[in-house]
């Protein structure tokens, strides 16, 4: 195993990396440009990145071993650039079980904290999430984690969703499975219990049998629903409008089964 290097700000080891992509960005681009605004997608864009950094600012927690002075970070690293955010859960005191569950919690919640964010303003959002290695400073981002995360986005999330890349979903469904060693020495059996009911909330399988963050943020909100059908009407492009497809028709679904 290659050992973190942690100095200051510069990160190199193995993550948890995201890649998030916000969904016809680029055509909002070309069509509104010149828009007031309110309707400016560079200003709704400004509006969505504040959004993200006081949200995941508020949400860095610590965990304090409930036997010793350790604390675990859930916090991850992110950073914005034009439509798109990259952001990873860095292991910095090695990977251990507890530290993939901790890990893929902290991504998963990241990703429906910034697709939240996005539908607040008007977006929505497609990605890739995958377990790997990476080397972070605040001028360089780079590493086989985030060059595959990002081809899981442009692969795999052609609609509107997050997707779990295979060496991650690996990591999840081992330490699902396994029985953690007894973990006086880092979480009490009550808090990773805790970690593991929440890990199979966030992860579902998709239509086709791939594993997604739960959308279900938006769930049982049909204001919701609406914003993003209205979304998708002003779509000027097909295959941008058959993007909201999926995410709609689970949506519906779960709709349907709240109200029945």
């Not at 604390?71 to 991850?76: L, M, Q």
């Not at 697709?115 to 590493?143: C, H, L, M, P």
């Not at 692969?155 to 006086?184: M, T, W, Y």
Request: net charge neutral; aromatic share 10%; proline share 2%.
């Amino acid at each position: 195993m290659i050992q973190a290097k942690n100095t200051g700000n510069t990160f190199k080891g193995y993550c948890i990396c995201g890649f998030i992509d916000i969904l016809g960005f680029s055509n909002e681009v070309h069509n509104k440009w010149d828009n007031e605004e309110t309707d400016n997608p560079v200003e709704r864009l400004q509006t969505f990145t504040r959004n993200i950094n006081k949200s995941l600012s508020a949400n860095i927690r610590h965990l304090k071993n409930e036997t010793h002075k350790n604390s675990y970070n859930f916090g991850c690293r992110f950073t914005t650039f034009s439509d798109s955010v990259v952001y990873a859960y860095c292991f910095e005191k090695g990977v251990e079980e507890i530290d993939i569950l901790i890990g893929a919690y902290s991504v998963a919640k990241v990703a429906q904290i910034i697709w939240e964010k996005a539908i607040d303003v008007g977006f929505t959002v497609r990605g890739g999430i995958e377990y790997g290695q990476i080397f972070w400073s605040n001028q360089i981002i780079a590493g086989p984690s985030l060059i595959e995360a990002y081809k899981i986005e442009k692969d795999l999330a052609f609609s509107s969703r997050v997707c779990l890349g295979e060496k991650l979903v690996h990591q999840i469904d081992k330490v699902l499975n396994d029985n953690l060693p007894k973990c006086e020495n880092i979480f009490s059996e009550r808090m990773t219990s805790f970690l593991k009911n929440e890990m199979r909330n966030l992860i579902c399988d998709d239509w086709d049998d791939k594993k997604v963050i739960s959308p279900k943020v938006v769930f049982g909100k049909k204001s919701i629903i609406d914003k993003l059908m209205s979304l998708q009407k002003q779509c000027t492009v097909i295959k941008d409008k058959l993007k909201y497809v999926p995410l709609l028709r689970l949506l519906e679904c779960k709709m349907e089964y709240q109200n029945n």
